[in-house]
T-cell receptor
Framework: DQQVKQNSPSLSVQEGRISILNCDYTNSMFDYFLWYKKYPAEGPTFLISISSIKDKNEDGRFTVFLNKSAKHLSLHIVPSQPGDSAVYFCAAPSQAGTALIFGKGTTLSVSS | NAGVTQTPKFRILKIGQSMTLQCTQDMNHNYMYWYRQDPGMGLKLIYYSVGAGITDKGEVPNGYNVSRSTTEDFPLRLELAAPSQTSVYFC??????????FGQGTRLTVV
């Protein structure tokens, strides 16, 4: 049973446009969410997070939005750059707080 | 700081062989994890540890063992390798339940 779902395996965007990556979750007890970015042959790296007490968190070109009633969050990248091409994972701490639960990831391709 | 270091980066094993994937971190993190990533499947938790001497199973522990004798090291042991264990393995560490730091991964092929 997937608790964190990324239903779009891939997304293609032109350079300069907005990229929107989506994530849904099933456990209403989740109170913190993270986005990770992964390049080929590298480990995932932390990108941005959001606590459930907020509905938006911004860091430069990256903004994460949280809609608790819909159990949905999204990562916006504006403007998208070719270097943003990577796999993006949505994650949440398990209810026991012992580890992160990851979605399957979305591969973003930004063309110039 | 090196962060989280995994060795080896690549390995080919024959069915039935055993090996240990090494992981060490220099951030004094109490929490350490092993994940595996299969194509299109995200990262699945194999084992985790909340401190030296304490380990527990994750989502997919079968065929693996771990130990945590020091804060820094968290080796993953594969006994009797099977083709289903072909995957990319990531070790990670964290202070608690927030941001985790990952190693560069070990790509394992079992033939």
């Amino acid at each position: 049973d997937q608790q964190v779902k990324q239903n779009s395996p891939s997304l293609s965007v032109q350079e300069g446009r907005i990229s929107i990556l989506n994530c849904d979750y099933t456990n209403s007890m989740f109170d913190y969410f993270l986005w990770y970015k992964k390049y080929p042959a590298e480990g995932p790296t932390f990108l941005i997070s959001i606590s459930s007490i907020k509905d938006k968190n911004e860091d430069g070109r990256f903004t994460v939005f949280l809609n608790k009633s819909a159990k949905h969050l999204s990562l916006h990248i504006v403007p998208s750059q070719p270097g943003d091409s990577a796999v993006y994972f949505c994650a949440a701490p398990s209810q026991a707080g012992t580890a992160l639960i990851f979605g399957k990831g979305t591969t973003l391709s930004v063309s110039s | 700081n090196a962060g989280v270091t995994q060795t080896p980066k690549f390995r080919i094993l024959k069915i039935g062989q055993s090996m240990t994937l090494q992981c060490t971190q220099d951030m004094n993190h109490n929490y350490m994890y092993w994940y595996r990533q299969d194509p299109g499947m995200g990262l699945k938790l194999i084992y985790y540890s909340v401190g030296a001497g304490i380990t527990d199973k994750g989502e997919v522990p079968n065929g693996y063992n771990v130990s945590r004798s020091t804060t820094e090291d968290f080796p993953l042991r594969l006994e009797l390798a099977a083709p289903s264990q072909t995957s990319v393995y990531f070790c990670a560490s964290s202070l608690g339940t927030g941001e985790a730091f990952f190693g560069q991964g070990t790509r394992l092929t079992v033939v």
